[in-house]
């Protein structure tokens, strides 16, 4: 059985992320504890617990809706075609911002730590070879386009395979677990790599080193691939809600209280690498992004599979807003940190001017135009005429873009 008709739920879940992410990052330079590349001088307890619960499930509801992307490009091209689209659409627009987007983040963080000049004399230095924190060259928040793109191209035989009809047919045999709550059972390797790695691997985001968090973020891909591929993986998602949403309060409440009474194992126990109830503690961590993240699907499924006229033009925008919206972020924080004003009008202001200036930046300067559509890994203008034909059927072209 296969899906073969675009699913609006998943779009505007991943619009929702994407928005989630502009909150996130506008929240990080004003949140207490958390470092961040430009920071207030006063910062926010509630700010950081905000950050904290949106943490556990953002990048999973992203890597699990990327999965579900790949099948319907799959859909109308072969693995060859799928991985050459994977270089246009993810490297390349990945290699633009590393140069162009970036820069900018890395060099107002130099100017507070005392750089002086112009952006123009900072540009030169990230052709020196040495990657950011020592050097300044990095891919910061577009990390998560660089490991997509491995994904998508080491993993475009088993996407074929699962769908092929010797694929199908090994769907066809665990239909078992879309019964009851066996459909749980996808979570298992997603939760045991993240328990019995993130000790030996702490994340790093630099993808030669960040061994435990490449192969945990893999999980939710791989598993957004096969719900979407096995349509009563994702009905059983829908039924199972519910229980989703009650696992997802249980453990976040449990993981708080720990952190709040100052429980948590690696300040209160002297050997806690040896001890399981590390073990407990980093397993109850990853039972609650997957649940939040099903239950954010099943919800999803029951109420947001409607299509709108103005979704097509959203999820166009969503992939070149995500590159350019923490540069933006970064800008307007610098600025807003040396006013005085509140934490909370100061961090409010940040994600309205910044969504206002990022969304400004794609509709004046990235949609028109085809070079800077093929930049940020969009598909060339289309005619008028066919345009409007696909505004007025938004759900033929949904997920093209990332």
């Not at 699913?7 to 619009?15: F, G, M, N, T």
């Not at 959203?314 to 600025?335: D, E, G, K, R, S």
């Amino acid at each position: 059985m296969q899906t073969s008709s675009r699913q609006a739920y998943l779009d505007w879940l991943r619009i929702m992320s994407i928005f989630g992410v502009l909150v996130f990052h506008s929240a990080m330079a004003f949140a207490h504890g958390e470092w961040w590349h430009i920071k207030n001088k006063e910062t926010s307890n509630l700010l950081l617990e905000f950050i904290f619960w949106l943490s556990r499930f953002r990048m999973p509801l992203l890597f699990f809706i990327s999965g579900t992307v790949s099948y319907f490009m799959l859909q109308k091209k072969s693995g060859a075609a799928f991985v050459g689209l994977r270089f246009r659409r993810l490297l390349l627009p990945l290699l633009f911002g590393m140069l162009l987007v970036v820069p900018p983040q890395i060099y107002l963080e130099r100017v507070t730590q005392g750089f002086q000049g112009n952006f123009f004399d900072f540009y030169p230095r990230i052709f020196t070879g040495k990657p950011y924190p020592e050097g300044d060259l990095s891919w910061h928040h577009l990390w998560f386009i660089a490991y997509l793109f491995v994904y998508d191209v080491l993993f475009t035989p088993f996407f074929v395979f699962v769908m092929s009809h010797k694929g199908r047919q090994l769907l066809q045999r665990i239909n078992w677990m879309a019964r009851g709550k066996w459909v749980y059972l996808l979570t298992v390797p997603g939760i045991l790599v993240y328990t019995f790695t993130t000790l030996l691997f702490p994340r790093t985001n630099d993808l030669i080193h960040d061994w435990g968090s490449l192969l945990y973020w893999l999980s939710f891909l791989l598993v957004g691939f096969v719900c979407i591929a096995h349509p009563l993986f994702m009905e059983s998602l829908e039924r199972n809600r519910r229980t989703s949403l009650g696992a997802a309060f249980i453990t976040i409440i449990a993981i708080n209280y720990v952190r709040w009474n100052g429980l948590e194992p690696w300040e209160v126990l002297q050997n806690y690498r040896s001890d399981w109830r590390t073990y407990g503690y980093l397993c109850l961590q990853v039972v609650t992004a997957w649940a939040w993240l099903l239950a954010a699907v099943g919800y999803g499924k029951k109420y947001l599979n409607k299509t709108h006229r103005s979704l097509n033009y959203i999820n166009q925008a969503v992939y070149p807003f995500y590159i350019l919206h923490q540069t933006v972020i970064v800008i307007v924080v610098y600025y807003v940190v040396q006013v005085n004003e509140g934490v909370g009008m100061k961090y409010a202001f940040t994600v309205l001017v910044s969504f206002a200036l990022t969304l400004g930046i794609y509709h004046l300067f990235i949609r028109p135009y085809n070079l800077t559509r093929f930049m940020f890994g969009m598909k060339p203008k289309q005619p008028v005429k066919k345009q409007a034909a696909n505004e007025a059927q938004p759900e033929r072209d949904l997920l093209q873009t990332a």
